[in-house]
T-cell receptor
Framework: QKEVEQDPGPLSVPEGAIVSLNCTYS??????FMWYRQYSRKGPELLMY????GNKEDGRFTAQVDKSSKYISLFIRDSQPSDSATYLC????????????FGQGTTLQVKP | EPEVTQTPSHQVTQMGQEVILRCVPI?????FYWYRQILGQKVEFLVS????????KSEIFDDQFSVERPDGSNFTLKIRSTKLEDSAMYFC??????????????FGEGSRLTVL
């Protein structure tokens, strides 16, 4: 079983739609859960992180973590064409080495 | 807004040659990282670096790889004898202490390495 699994898509939605992106993982030691956005030929850019289980909201973005199911989600409300990018989930355990385990990334296209 | 800068943006080299990829982390960050992404694959951790020492390295980071902070601003990744399978996008990242725990890393735009 892969440590972090993410459907690569592509996912195509109309402008204004609610988008749901998901990852599953197998390592119960993961404590921090992140969502990064990567535009074509650019580096990953952090959207938000969550510690342990729960929800976190930032504007149109909501991250959810369910540690009991080893499942994390990112919801994008009122999606915009500028949201078109690859979304990477990433996870890490405790400690300060900054070692992130990334998912494959889901490519999202928001059509005007 | 402060950013991580990487040079070169693209380097083409012959198999067996040495390559040095350079990074200028965000100025008040003390934790530095290299990641790589082979085309179509996941972003993979290579190494983390703090206080002039490697904090952690992955299995990928074997003896042909080395990192150095030669001065107060640069952070470099050296590949001693490149192989075809080293062709990838290499990302430098940096963080402060909190980010090293929470995963708030700031990535550069990457250096694309092509080994022929």
């Amino acid at each position: 079983q892969k440590e972090v699994e993410q459907d690569p898509g592509p996912l195509s939605v109309p402008e204004g739609a609610i988008v749901s992106l998901n990852c599953t993982y197998s390592n119960s030691a993961f404590q921090y859960f992140m969502w990064y956005r990567q535009y074509s030929r650019k580096g990953p850019e952090l959207l938000m992180y969550t510690y342990s289980s729960g929800n976190k909201e930032d504007g149109r973005f909501t991250a959810q973590v369910d540690k009991s199911s080893k499942y994390i989600s990112l919801f994008i409300r009122d999606s915009q064409p500028s949201d078109s990018a690859t979304y990477l989930c990433a996870m890490k355990g405790s400690g300060n080495t900054g070692k992130l385990i990334f998912g494959q990334g889901t490519t999202l296209q928001v059509k005007p | 807004e402060p950013e991580v800068t990487q040079t070169p943006s693209h380097q083409v080299t012959q198999m067996g040659q040495e390559v040095i990829l350079r990074c200028v982390p965000i100025s008040n960050h003390l934790y530095f990282y290299w990641y790589r992404q082979i085309l179509g694959q996941k972003v993979e951790f290579l190494v983390s670096f703090y206080n002039n020492e490697i904090s952690e390295k992955s299995e990928i980071f074997d003896d042909q790889f080395s990192v150095e902070r030669p001065d107060g601003s640069n952070f470099t990744l050296k590949i001693r004898s490149t192989k075809l399978e080293d062709s990838a996008m290499y990302f430098c990242a940096s963080s402060d202490l909190a980010g090293s725990y929470t995963g708030e890393l700031f990535f550069g735009e990457g250096s694309r390495l092509t080994v022929l």
